[in-house]
């Protein structure tokens, strides 16, 4: 029995139990051999569904459940059965739906994810901005066919970089609409967020009481927190003190902060790499973070520091690690072995299996059995399941250097200006140094400004040992229109790098048609042939010989707007003169361009 404010709706469609807990199959779509359904007419307005399942030759089980919310329009959530206990399922989605961690996050684009569970169709978008209490964009309603767990997605773009936002999902169909709980992403393009399963920023989602943190809230998007309940064991919110950034200080005696398992982190028998911003002045042993004894540890020394990854593995390096400056600390380890990392150096390593079965809790400033608390400030901390690419930590090397002013290692040169200059469809690189010594080479390395993907663009050698100005530069030729970023990996003798600030610049879309002519000219057997487009077209480009003959057709098709270069290789022609004609037109305003140029083939 269904007590049914709306006597014309049909009752709610799965997740029904009896009185016992034994699931009733979709009613929807039951057997009227075994279910039977038929409605009473209480008065004008209210009604009720029976529902009986035929047992033994009688009809002889009645199933009821009542709404606990009747001013609501069934069906909603909220509907128990006759003992008080939830039904399941009796909402849009049956088990619900999930907000899941962003992906493919830049610097102001990332792709918004989630489940869907439910067992008609059903439309989803979703909600975000920058106050989980006001997310007032939406995504396009998209359609997701019934099932459990359906993975939707939506990517949004126009975000703000270096801001968190949150979202949530939002699912509709006949049944009504629910809204997830909101998961959240912090706009950094710098930083990798593939394999990110913790990400903690003392500017971000830090909640205190009195300065004393009982939350520091993970913006990786996988909610792994780090939190503490006790006041007498709260480390404490300070801000601007390192690099103008906050930080959360522990005491040196009581103060720590309790971290998910292993298990919740992914990194239980599972490679991992870890990087913490942290700062002491004492000389003493002093742990950054820890699992059980011996179990993915890393903590300073008077000397240097130490990085335990699973029992009796012991990873040292000799550092300035206790100073009063910032350093960035990093360890790492799999089945193929790893090391420890200071300030973009690698310490001690091992090439053995050095990754940990331990599944339980870790903490941030004191190790598992109250010991060797931190007396100092720890900034950010980063946690990620696999071990990173070279391009990977660099690049997560690179945004903390500058953001919390650290130098990698020793500087093989005193770069002092770095700039981008754009010339139709080259830039061009310039930069100096005031004093270079033990330096090797620069390595120029180039992104597009909306992705995280930095290649190496080729080399420059270094003076090796200079005390007066040096002037460097590179161009990158030919490039297609849109927006890039430089920068400079500058080299030591000795492996020791550097990376120079990020440049950025822009090869803008043509605003005239043009064909340049070839180069070389005279040629044997090649040349190239530039052209450039204002707007998409229609591009042929033909070569002919004296005579009007067509005896190439190097290109016939359609072109977005831009910068283009063609080889025309003439090995199975003979020497003379030779014509070659480009024509472009656009299909929408029928906008069309045409020229002709001479070339001579000299063999």
Not at 29 to 43: E, G, M, R
Not at 200 to 221: F, H, K, M, P, Y
Not at 557 to 584: D, E, K, M, P, W
Request: glycine share 6%.
């Amino acid at each position: 029995m269904v007590i049914q404010y709306t006597p014309t709706d049909r009752p709610p469609q799965n997740g029904w139990t009896d009185g016992g807990g034994t699931a009733i199959p979709n009613l929807t779509v039951f057997d009227v051999s075994t279910y039977k359904i038929s409605y009473v007419q209480a008065n004008a307005t209210d009604g009720m569904w029976m529902i009986s399942k035929y047992e033994d030759s009688l009809w002889n089980r009645c199933y009821m459940v009542y709404q606990t919310t009747p001013t609501d329009t069934p069906p909603k959530t909220g509907w128990t059965d006759n003992y008080g206990t939830p039904v399941p399922g009796l909402n849009v989605t049956g088990s619900g739906i999930t907000a899941t961690a962003a992906t493919g996050v830049h610097s102001t684009s990332a792709v918004l994810n989630g489940t869907v569970t439910s067992s008609i169709a059903t439309t989803y978008h979703f909600v975000y901005g920058t106050s989980a209490a006001s997310l007032t964009s939406s995504t396009v309603e998209t359609d997701v066919s019934a099932g459990t767990s359906v993975p939707v997605s939506a990517a949004v773009t126009g975000l703000t970089t270096q801001t968190l936002y949150y979202y949530a999902l939002v699912a509709t169909n006949t049944n009504g609409t629910v809204t997830s709980s909101t998961a959240l992403v912090y706009m950094q393009g710098s930083v990798p967020t593939s394999n990110l399963k913790m990400w903690l920023r003392a500017d971000q989602q830090v909640t205190t009481s009195s300065s004393a943190v009982t939350n520091w809230g993970d913006i990786s998007g996988n909610a792994n927190n780090a939190a503490q309940a006790t006041a007498n064991s709260q480390p404490l919110w300070v801000d601007s003190t390192m690099n103008v950034n906050p930080v959360v200080r522990f005491n040196g005696t009581t103060s720590y902060l309790l971290l998910p398992t292993a298990i919740s982190l992914g990194i239980q028998s599972s490679p991992y790499e870890y990087f913490i911003v942290a700062r002491s002045s004492s000389a003493s042993v002093q742990f950054l973070i820890a699992g059980a004894i011996e179990q993915y540890e890393f903590h300073l020394l008077p000397s240097g520091a130490r990085f335990i990854p699973a029992t009796h593995i012991y990873l040292d390096q000799t550092a300035a690690a206790c100073d009063g400056n910032p350093h960035l600390f990093a360890g790492r380890a799999s089945v193929t072995g790893g090391a420890i990392r200071i300030d973009g150096i690698d310490g001690g390593t091992s090439t053995n299996s050095i990754i940990s079965a331990d599944g339980n809790a870790l903490r941030l400033g004191m190790r598992s059995d109250n010991s060797f608390p931190l007396n100092g400030d720890i900034a950010e901390v980063l946690i990620y399941n696999c071990v990173l690419t070279t391009t990977a930590r660099d690049s997560v090397e690179q945004y903390i250097n500058q953001r919390y002013n650290i130098n990698s290692g020793a500087l093989p040169v005193e770069l002092v200006s770095f700039t981008a200059s754009v010339e139709k469809n080259d830039i061009s690189l310039n930069w100096q140094t005031t004093t270079e010594k033990n330096s090797n080479k620069f390595e120029i390395q180039r992104s597009l400004a909306s992705a995280n993907n930095w290649v190496s663009i080729g080399t420059v050698k270094a003076a090796d040992l200079s005390n007066s100005p040096k002037q460097y530069s590179f161009t990158d030729n030919k490039l297609q229109s849109g927006k890039y970023q430089y920068r400079l990996k500058m080299i030591d003798n000795d492996g020791t790098y550097q990376y120079s600030s990020v440049e950025n610049a822009e090869v803008a879309i043509p605003k005239d048609f043009a064909i340049s002519q070839n180069y070389p000219n005279p040629f044997n057997p090649s040349t190239k042939i530039d052209y450039q487009l204002s707007l998409d077209a229609k591009v042929v480009l033909d070569i002919y010989n004296t005579v009007g003959q067509k005896v190439v057709e190097l290109v016939n098709q359609t072109q977005s707007a831009g910068y283009y270069t063609i080889n025309f290789g003439a090995s199975n022609l003979s020497s003379g003169i030779y014509v070659y004609r480009l024509s472009a037109v656009n299909q929408s305003t029928g906008k069309n361009f045409s020229m002709i140029k001479k070339m001579m083939l000299l063999k």
